[in-house]
């Protein structure tokens, strides 16, 4: 069983910035990929960025791409994401995910454990 809390969320004004971070507990893979995703009220939810656990390889969303920055710091087993130049439209429940495939995937499905969420929110 893997735990991930999330943590970092909060009110921001647009072009500001944030850090959010995942710290994972309990049984850690050490090819696990580790993604972040995000939902608002009614709609599905979205990928954001992924990275593997023991490579650096990373995916973003074309949305966040250039803006936002995908990390991991394997001896504290946590992974962030830094959000820069957020918009109005980055406001979200953002959700740590870990999936057990050692490849970047971003496909909600492919990703066993999830963390409680955190909330985003960017005014204009």
Do not use: H
């Not at 130049?85 to 050692?102: F, G, I, L």
């Not at 499905?109 to 909330?119: F, L, R, S």
């Amino acid at each position: 069983q893997v735990r991930l809390v999330e943590s970092g969320g909060g009110l921001v004004q647009a072009g500001g910035f944030l850090r959010l971070s995942c710290a994972a507990s309990g049984r850690t893979f050490s090819s696990n990929t580790l993604g972040w995703f995000r939902q608002t009220p009614g709609e599905d939810r979205e990928f954001v960025a992924a990275i593997t656990w023991n490579g650096p390889s990373t995916s973003y969303a074309d949305s966040v791409k250039g803006r936002f920055t995908i990390s991991r710091d394997n001896a504290k087993n946590t992974v962030y994401l830094q959000m820069d130049s957020v918009k109005p439209e980055d406001t979200a429940v953002y959700y740590c995910a870990a999936s057990a495939r050692p490849w970047i995937t971003r496909v909600s499905a492919d990703y066993n454990y999830w963390g409680q969420g955190t909330q985003v929110t960017v005014s204009s």
